[in-house]
């Protein structure tokens, strides 16, 4: 069974920088898109990135381009999100979601086949 598992969110001041991991556990993280996504509280929940098997990155936030950054370990079956220039609208629960297909991505939770439970990231002073 495919499992996720986020870590690394916490309270951080406004410029911070945080890095957040989603690893996959159960099956070959190569084979997965892998999409970000964050919800404020009393908003809807919203996709950030997707990267694929073959590390292509589709943004689905202007707001956070130039300041986060996709990646992904095949070795630990783990993706990064690395955040930077934090600011207090980042502030979100933080989850990562799986899909098991090549070359495809989507920025809607629904699409995602596995989904892992959230990181809470604060950005305040």
């Known amino acids: 069974q495919v499992q996720l598992v986020e870590s690394g969110g916490d309270l951080v001041q406004p410029g911070g920088s945080l890095r957040l991991s989603c690893t996959v556990s159960?099956?070959?993280?190569?084979?997965?898109?892998i999409g970000w996504f964050r919800q404020a509280p009393g908003k809807e929940r919203e996709g950030v990135f997707c990267?694929?098997?073959?590390?292509?990155?589709?943004y689905y936030l202007d707001s956070v381009k130039g300041r986060f950054t996709a990646s992904r370990d095949a070795a630990k079956n783990t993706v990064y999100l690395q955040m930077n220039s934090l600011k207090p609208d980042d502030t979100a629960v933080y989850y990562c979601?799986?899909?098991?297909?090549?070359?495809?991505?989507?920025?809607?939770?629904?699409?995602?086949?596995?989904r892992g439970q959230g990181t809470q990231v604060t950005v305040s002073s």
């Open positions: 159960g099956s070959t993280l190569d084979d997965y898109s």
């Open positions: 990267i694929n098997g073959s590390e292509r990155v589709t």
């Open positions: 979601a799986a899909k098991r297909v090549r070359g495809v991505c989507s920025g809607y939770w629904r699409w995602y086949s596995y």
